[in-house]
């Protein structure tokens, strides 16, 4: 199905593989950019279950018309597995919530100290 407003062409996807565990995603989006006449990296795979018994696949692919509307209607966790995007890096979730109790203990300029990656002696 073609989709305008996105810019993109989107379809559900069966895959059979009776005798072989589900192929990678890369090995598939091979042979669509191959069937639909495109580049491998405007095609996007995802959310794919097997069923009862094994032997079929279903998923969901989209084939972006272009980089830029790519970049403008993925979600950004699937621009980073593209490689199209770079994931910011941050500090562990244990971490920022130790700095952020250490603050709430502070009064004033005192917390933006806290608040401060501790430094190592």
């Known amino acids: 199905m073609s989709n305008r407003l996105l810019q993109r062409r989107q379809f559900v996807l069966d895959v059979l593989h009776p005798s072989r565990a589900m192929p990678p995603k890369d090995e598939l989006s091979d042979k669509l950019a191959k069937q639909y006449k495109t580049d491998k990296d405007r095609v996007v795979l995802f959310g794919f279950r097997q069923s009862f018994g094994g032997g079929r696949s279903t998923g969901f692919g989209l084939i972006y018309d272009s980089v830029e509307a790519q970049r403008r209607f993925e979600p950004k966790y699937r621009l980073i597995r593209k490689g199209l995007a770079t994931k910011k890096e941050k500090p562990t979730r244990k971490l920022r919530k130790e700095r952020k ?15 401060e990656p501790q430094k190592k002696k």
Do not use: E, I, P, S
């Open 101 to 115: 109790n250490r603050a709430k203990k502070l009064w004033g300029t005192a917390k933006a100290k806290a608040a």
